[in-house]
């Protein structure tokens, strides 16, 4: 049986607080809060779990269609349908599909932060000026480590 694993590599995080402290922590921790508060990655799979499962389903397709025709396949079977679930995922957040889900739902948006604008990305993270930026993508470090990886 086939096990897909949505995940991130664990990179380390420094971000400066407001006060001027810094803040450590990994990808990993960032994506066990935002999961466990939130549930990014499950909400993700959720909506997309049609066009995964169809990704999966023509990633294997063209490894067999590969094999039969006497190619040696240097990658796994699934690689293809890795890489498009990945982007798919990045889609997701680039999107603010987890934003709209929540205005539509609690009539509150998901993340004030985001509204605000507050982007660790900029030169002065809290300026009012900021424009609003997608839920989860304030680094880019979540949006970018984020791995999808099938067990066979």
């Known amino acids: 049986m086939a096990t897909l694993i949505l995940g991130v ?10 006060n001027g402290s810094t803040k450590r922590a990994t ?13 990014v990655m499950q909400t993700f799979f959720d909506r997309r779990q049609k066009k995964i499962a ?4 023509d ?3 063209h490894a067999i269609e590969a094999r039969v025709a006497g190619h040696r396949g240097g990658s796994s ?13 990045r889609a ?9 889900i929540s205005k539509l739902t609690t009539g509150a948006p998901i993340s004030k932060s985001a509204d ?13 000026k900021n424009p609003s930026r997608p839920a989860f993508v304030d680094t880019g470090l979540y949006r970018i480590s984020f791995r999808a990886v099938v067990s066979l």
């Open 116 to 128: 605000r604008g507050i982007s660790h990305r900029k030169k002065h993270p809290y300026a009012g």
């Open 77 to 89: 079977p699934t690689f293809e349908a890795e890489q498009r679930i990945e982007a798919e995922f």
């Open 59 to 61: 990633s294997l397709a």
């Open 54 to 57: 169809d990704l999966l389903a």
């Open 27 to 39: 990808t990993g921790e960032v994506a066990e809060v935002l999961e466990k508060t939130y549930s």
């Open 92 to 100: 997701f957040l680039d999107s603010n599909e987890m934003n709209i």
């Open 9 to 18: 590599v664990d990179v380390a995080y420094t971000q400066t607080e407001p």
